[in-house]
């Protein structure tokens, strides 16, 4: 079975600094993708980036952007210029391809201290 | 529009009551889901529908009974609750897992209480 690790449950950060998120998991199929969710107090979990496995390019959307090692099974997130507004529970999710099941890590608590 | 929209976003009920929980997403997606997810913790995935038809029931208790009665729709209904069944419960919806494994986009949940 696919497993998703987050070894950080929580992390603290600078307003304005840039932090890095940990994420590793474990397949054995080629065909997969990977999400970073942010779930605010405000409890709804909002996609922040997508990787798909067959892609070598990281991903970048705006601040965030990852690093995937394909080798190593690991999906770090880089949070850069963070601001308040980032604080929040972030989860790392695995979907094999063809499957309807997202697979959750435990999640990092991110703290934004101004 | 690209909602998922729960209703209602708080309920208290007591262990011999029925009561249903709703999902609407007006997007046209195809696979909407039923995650329950406790303090601190991961969502735990429920149950999904596929194209109205459940495909996947994670071993739930039956005093959780899901029914999509259309392609925008999803319910859950709660009866004989425990106190432990108390949590957030979150509806997602997605174009589709099975060939287009697109992003899902989750509501804001009901934040249950079993009394």
């Known amino acids: 079975a696919q497993t998703v690790t987050q070894s950080q449950p929580e992390m603290s950060v600078q307003e304005a600094e840039t932090v890095t998120l940990s994420c590793t998991y474990d397949t054995s199929e080629s065909d997969y993708y990977l999400f970073w969710y942010k779930q605010p107090p405000s409890r709804q979990m909002i996609l922040v980036i997508r990787?798909?496995?067959?892609?070598?390019q990281n991903a970048t959307e705006n601040r965030f952007s990852v690093n995937f090692q394909k080798a190593a099974k690991s999906f770090s997130l880089k949070i850069s210029d963070s601001q308040l507004g980032d604080a929040a529970m972030y989860f790392c999710a695995y979907v094999q391809g063809g499957s309807e099941k997202l697979v959750f890590g435990k999640g990092t608590k991110l703290t934004v201290n101004p | 529009d690209t909602e998922v929209t729960q209703t209602p976003k708080h309920l208290v009920m007591g262990m011999t009551n029925k009561k249903s929980l709703k999902c609407e997403q007006h997007m046209g997606h195809r696979a909407m889901y039923w995650y329950k997810q406790k303090a601190k913790k991961p969502p735990e995935l429920m149950f999904v529908?596929?194209?109205?038809?459940?495909?996947i029931n994670e071993s739930v208790p039956s005093r959780f009974s899901p029914e999509c009665p259309n392609s925008s729709l999803l319910n859950l209904h709660l009866h004989a609750l425990q106190p432990e069944d108390s949590a957030l419960y979150l509806c997602a919806s997605s174009l589709s897992w099975a060939r287009v494994n697109t992003e899902a986009f989750f509501g804001q949940g009901t934040r249950l209480t079993v009394v």
């Open positions: 990787q798909e496995a067959y892609k070598q």
């Open positions: 529908y596929s194209y109205e038809k459940l495909s």
